[in-house]
């Protein structure tokens, strides 16, 4: 199974997980340093925006939803109004068509249901042109 | 006649079999995701990630448990909340039958339902307990193929 995990490590990409369940910044991590993208953590959508303001930019951030302080919803139009240009890929449980529609025009480039597996994360990264299936 | 290390091996595929969601259901394809990600780097990831969960369990009931406590004045939302989460880190680790009783209990919590949502929370609690000592079974059985000298079959649910 190691074979087929391809490794972007030369491509240098950066990523930032923005979940409040540490079960899923464990994985999503993981997922991550996996396919050999760094990447750091924080626990919603206030720290999203306060990583950033202290200068720290990724090409990627796997946006969660529902977390407390400020929900992905929020986070993702305030770092839009910011200026940032980042992918943002919103990683959700199941939720109402309204709701999903909502995330999306916050400004999110794709979205994946959880769970995450090896599979979403790549077709995230080839559908966000960061990685080419051979 | 078999060697020890094939019996154990043999022992270990049955058991992860007896998990999966053809016999008794406890987990589903996520574990095998999930098991995909432990390698040499992190050789305990997957014993790592399942102990954040039971502690996610333990305090996410601990709150829905309070929430119900308050006789005659229930957050019904407070509790939902908390069985959304769970419902989120259950479905990360492949934990299908505590996933599936969250579906249940939220449905309980979008209509109110005092008694279903604490029959909910007692059967979410035996459940996740279950899964505990049948993942620490089988976390034992993979020590006794490493003590032996064997490798752990790769077994996907």
């Not at chain 1, 369940?21 to 720290?47: A, F, P, T």
């Amino acid at each position: 199974m190691a074979d087929e995990v391809p490794n972007l490590a030369e491509s240098k990409l950066t990523a930032l997980v923005v979940d409040d369940n540490y079960v899923n910044q464990s994985m999503h991590h993981k997922l991550l340093d996996r396919l050999g993208i760094e990447n750091d953590v924080v626990c919603n959508g206030q720290e999203a925006v306060d990583v950033h303001c202290s200068g720290r930019n990724y090409d990627l951030i796997l946006m969660d939803m529902d977390m407390p302080v400020m929900n992905g919803i929020q986070a993702t139009k305030r770092l839009r109004e910011m200026g940032i240009e980042s992918k943002i890929a919103g990683v959700t449980t199941r939720a109402k068509e309204e709701e999903m529609q909502e995330f999306m025009e916050a400004g999110l480039n794709d979205f994946q249901e959880k769970p995450l597996t090896i599979s979403k994360l790549l077709s995230i990264l080839h559908k966000l042109d960061f990685y080419v299936h051979t | 006649m078999d060697t020890l290390v094939a019996q154990l091996q043999r022992q270990f595929r049955d058991y992860t079999i007896s998990l999966s969601p053809g016999f008794f259901g406890f987990l589903d394809d996520q574990f095998t995701e999930l098991k995909k990600l432990q390698d040499e780097c992190s050789p305990d990831f997957v014993a790592e990630v399942v102990s954040l969960f039971f502690e996610d369990c333990e305090k996410l009931i601990g709150n829905m448990a309070r929430a119900l406590d308050q006789t005659g004045n229930v957050d019904f939302s407070l509790v939902g909340s908390s069985v959304h989460q769970l419902k989120g880190s259950s479905s990360s680790v492949g934990a299908k039958r505590v996933k599936g009783l969250c579906v249940t209990f939220k449905e309980c919590c979008d209509s109110q339902n005092f008694e279903g949502c604490v029959r909910c929370l007692q059967q979410v609690d035996i459940e996740y307990k279950s899964l505990k000592a049948k993942l620490q079974d089988l976390f034992n059985l993979e020590q006794q193929i490493v003590q032996a000298g064997g490798r752990i079959p790769q077994v996907d649910i």
